[in-house]
Each structure stands twice: as C-alpha cells, then as structure tokens.
C-alpha cells in the first residue's frame, strides 16, 4: 500500500519570513562583496538606489527637500531599505506552499539591479557580475533553506494520528482524511524521530547565512570604502600664484572658522556613491559654441598656470541662518583663460558643466569671463582635491550658488544657449542663473540657549559674495539697530565674520542679524524661500535670559 503523501502543509509564518529576509539579506551581501572586489558602483542596493536618485520626479525631489532642507540620502536609503524589507518579507509569504513565488521576487530584484547597474552613465559591463551574484546567491539560499525549514516544519510533519493535537491536553487528534492512521507509517515515524536533528540543523544552516552575510556585506563595504584612498595625487610643485595669507583678525571668537576644515565643509551632491575618477584616464573637454574645441588631460591641466585664492561656497538651498556654506583655498587653473584659448563665439549664454555621474550646471558665460577667479580646481586647502569634494577637477566660481557653478567630477564643458539645454538643478524648477544673495547669519549664541542676563557676546558671519561686507548690525527685540565690530577682510570673495555684545534683561528675546554690501545695499528683510533662486530674510535667533 503506497504511503500516504502529508498534505503539502505551509511554512509556519515565521519560517517563512526568515526564509525570505535570508534569501534577500545573503543576495545583497553577496552582491556587495563581489561589488567591492570588481567595481563598487556596481553594488546592487546602491545602484537601483541610484537609479532611483536619476528617475525621482521634481515633485517628489520637492518635496524631499521641503521635508529634509536639502536632497537627503540618509532618508533616502532608510526609505530603500525599508521597501526592501517588505519584498523580503513578501517573498517569504508568498512561498509558504512552494518556494516558485519568493524566487521569482528575488530574481525580479536581481533583474532590476542589473537593469540600474547598465543605466548608470559609468556603465561598464562587468557591472553586470554584482547583481548576477547577488541573483545566484539569493535564489540558491532561498531554495535551500525553503527545503531545510520546510522538512523540519511542525506543521509539515504532521503524523495521521495528529502528535500536536494530541500533545495538547483536551485536545481531539485531528483525523482529516480516511488514509490516515492511528499509528505513523515508518516512513513519517522516521521523519518524526529526525526532526529535532534536523530542526537544529536547519536553524543552524539559517544563523550560518545570517552571518556569513553580514561578514560578506561588512567586507564589501570595506573594500568599497579603501577603493577611494588609492585616488589620492600629490600636488604639483610649481610656483603657484597664490594671494597673500590672509590678514590677523579674519578670525573672532565665536564666529565660524574663516577657513573651513576640509573635513568639516558642507557637502551636497545627488551621488549615494562618490564617483572614483582615475586621473591618469580622466580628460576634459571643452566645446560646443567655440572656436577651437579642447580637450585636456589632467597632466595637462595641473601643468598650467595654477592660482590658489579663499573662496566661499555657498548652497542655494541654505536656508536663513543655515550651515551649508564654507570656504577653502581652492587652487586650480582659471577658466577664463581656458576659455579664451577656446574662444568662446558670440551668442554663447552658459557653459554646461557636466560631471561623469551625468549631474550638470549651468553658469553663465559673462560671469565666468568677467575677471574674477572663476577657477577648475584640483586643490583645496593645500591638498588634492578629497573624493567628496569632485576629485580630480571640479568648477568653482566666487559669488554663484554652487548649483550652477560648483560641478565636481567635472569632464565635459559645452558652450551654448540658455534654451539649448536646462542643468540639472534648473529642470527641476530653480533658476538658470544663480547669483549668491547677501546673507547673515548669528552662531553666538546658539538658537534657543539660555544665557545669564547682562552683557551678552554675540557673534556670526555674513556674506555678499564677490561684492563685500563693510557694515553688519545686530538688534534685540524690536530694539534700534547697533553696528558689530567686523572681522578682518578676507577677500570679497569669502564671508566675513562679526561680533558685539548686547545688553540683556531677563526673559523671552529674540536677536537679529542683518549686514550691508560694499555698494551699500541692505540685505533685504522679505522673506522668500531657498527654491527657485536662494532664501532671503534676516536671520532671528530666540534665547532665554535668566
Ligand atoms: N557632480 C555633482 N556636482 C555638484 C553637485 C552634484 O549633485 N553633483 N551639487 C552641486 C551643489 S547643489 C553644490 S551646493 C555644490 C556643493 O559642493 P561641495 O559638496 O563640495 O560643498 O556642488 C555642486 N556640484
Ligand atoms: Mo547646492
């Protein structure tokens, strides 16, 4: 008499999540480690991520930036990871009977890896191999540990007399089908005999790829992290036009460092994944409305006149009183001169800047030809440029936004028209042109400190970037304005720091800040929001005086 099949009973719920965190957890770090061995923008989360970053509609990138200050990719990734935590979690529950639905969710996922990986302007075929892993890895761990929990399942080895309800006191023993029997067949008694073996076996099979993988995933991140460290050049030794070291007294107490830390400067960009750039194959070219199209090596560019001048960066989406501005010795070669080599034909409006991730700015042509130190720079701060900051050239130009003038990673420059072709940042509702507004800004005391009534020293920074602050002011309350002792003038291209003190009665106060630019123009009171072209408003600061 043939032995009677068990009904193919379903993987307990549990079981059946594990199965597919598993599957997809041990697919990632697979992925990654091949990744971090071959090529890390290959890594399979990073690139749909990336991808993710291209496709993003304006609306949401919108709202992103109205939820976050700035386009964050901390909650992007959370946002990611989360998504992926709920296919895993789908991919198990969907398999409970037979594992055909969870593989092909992790097969979709690999496919879809791949498919970002190939969209990515730095393509490159063996891109492919991370993803292709990663596939291989989840679908394999996936079936294996469907069959190795399966077998084991309580609820798969259900003998005919029911030992689980009978086990249960009061409980009837669950006949389902006439084929069942009082007494297990011997295969089932067997089975039944193993099943605490192999129970512990395939929990022990499944902590096992929980934590090879995150070994796996650790080491691929790793790897991934020292690729960058190999980019580091030395600079040139060649006489250097440098501007004279900047006067005592552009530092004041309690005022933002002049000179910004490489460390410490703001950065902002749309690339989860720092582009790796080998200088030796890294070229720029120069074209589109011009009389004689370049095209420059980075021997060639570093073998150029080099200037160094403090220049500081600013972010269109800084919001009144915020942080994402810093200044450093940017040393690099000057663009107009490149361009008059080039010869820029009339007609020409913006120079499209585009960076190998395929990010661009546009920055108009008359303020990168005016005379100032708009610059292609591959030093900052005495140093080679770092991988976050553009490594190995990136576009500075005192007194834009870095939007339409800041392009790290920078290899192609077109000279066209305004209407030829929208950057990045102006597709996305920002304004073409993108000229720093004067700002000021109170870091002493901090918003919302508590401080002892008196004499209170106030201090900050304020800036109109290629013009120059002469006059900053401070009020308390709807007090009169009162003039700030001004730091020493570090070059109208940078900030300028200020300090005073107030007198203080106790309560709820309120400080403002407001500065004056060298053509006498007071920063405006109106307040607008950073998008389309940069915030404007005085900067209030509420303290509490006890
Ligand atoms: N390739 C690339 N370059 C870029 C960006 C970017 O997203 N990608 N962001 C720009 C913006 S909006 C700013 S404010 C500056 C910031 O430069 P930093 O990160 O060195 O401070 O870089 C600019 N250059
Ligand atoms: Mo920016």
């Not at 960066?313 to 200044?327: E, H, K, W, Y």
Request: glycine content about 12%.
């Amino acid at each position: 008499m043939p032995e009677p099949v068990p009904g193919p009973e379903p993987l307990s719920r549990g079981r059946a999540v594990l199965t597919g965190v598993l599957g997809v957890g041990s697919a990632l770090a697979a992925g990654d480690l091949v990744a971090g061995l071959v090529s890390p923008p290959s890594s399979p989360f990073l690139a749909v991520g990336d991808q993710f970053v291209r496709l993003t509609p304006e609306w949401l990138k919108d709202a992103a930036i109205a939820a976050f200050g700035v386009y964050d990719k901390t909650a992007l990734l959370t946002g990611m990871g989360a998504v992926l935590g709920v296919l895993a979690v789908l991919a198990g529950l969907v398999a409970r009977r037979r594992p055909g639905p969870g593989l092909a969710v992790i097969a979709g996922m690999g496919l879809l890896a791949a498919v970002c990986t190939q969209a990515a302007p730095t393509a490159a075929p063996a891109d492919l191999l991370a993803p292709a892993v990663a596939l291989v890895t989840g679908v394999a761990v996936f079936a294996g540990l469907h069959r190795a929990l399966g077998v084991t399942d309580p609820g798969r080895v259900r003998p005919g007399g029911g030992t689980r309800g009978a086990a249960t006191p009061g409980a009837p023993p669950a006949r389902r089908a006439p084929a069942d029997r009082a007494e297990p067949s011997p295969g089932l008694r067997s089975a039944l005999r193993d099943a605490p073996v192999r129970r512990r076996r395939a929990l022990t099979l499944a902590g096992g790829v929980a934590l090879g993988s995150l070994a796996a995933g650790a080491a691929g991140r790793l790897l991934a992290s020292r690729a960058g460290a190999q980019t580091v050049i030395a600079l040139p030794a060649v006489a250097i036009d440098r501007v004279p070291p900047p006067p005592a007294g552009v530092d004041l107490p309690g005022a933002p460092s002049w000179l910004t830390p490489v460390g410490d400067f703001y950065r902002i960009d749309t690339a989860l994944q720092v582009p790796r750039i080998d200088p030796a194959s890294w070229t720029l070219r120069i074209h589109g409305m011009v009389e004689r199209e370049l095209t420059l090596t980075f021997a060639e560019l570093e073998a150029r006149p080099l200037v160094e001048r403090p220049i500081t960066m600013v972010c269109v989406s800084n919001p009144v009183g915020g942080d994402l501005i810093s200044t450093a010795r940017f040393l690099g070669v000057r663009l107009a001169d490149l361009l008059a080599e080039a010869g820029v034909r009339t007609g020409a409006e913006q120079l499209l800047s585009t960076s190998v991730d395929g990010f661009t700015t546009s920055t108009p042509v008359d303020v990168a030809t005016d005379g100032r130190d708009a610059l292609l720079a591959i030093g900052m701060n005495g140093a080679a440029l770092p991988v976050e900051h553009g490594f190995p050239v990136r576009m500075v130009v005192p007194g834009l936004y870095g939007y339409v003038s800041g392009c790290k990673w920078i290899t192609d420059i077109e000279l066209t028209t305004w209407d030829a072709a929208p950057a990045y940042w102006t597709e996305r509702g920002w304004a073409p042109r993108g000229p720093v507004k004067t700002q000021s800004r109170i870091d002493t005391p901090a918003a919302g400190a508590s401080v002892p009534a008196g004499r209170v020293a106030v201090a900050g920074t304020a800036w109109a970037l290629h013009v120059g602050i002469t006059r900053v002011e401070v009020a308390v309350d709807d007090g009169p304005w009162r003039p700030a002792e001004l730091g020493a003038d570090g070059g109208a291209d940078t900030w300028r720091m200020w300090r005073t003190t107030v007198d203080l009665a106790a309560g709820a106060r309120t400080l403002r800040v407001r500065a004056t630019d060298r053509t006498g123009t007071v920063q405006t009171e109106q307040e607008q929001p950073v998008v389309p072209d940069g915030a404007t408003g005085w900067s209030a600061v509420p303290v509490t005086v006890v």
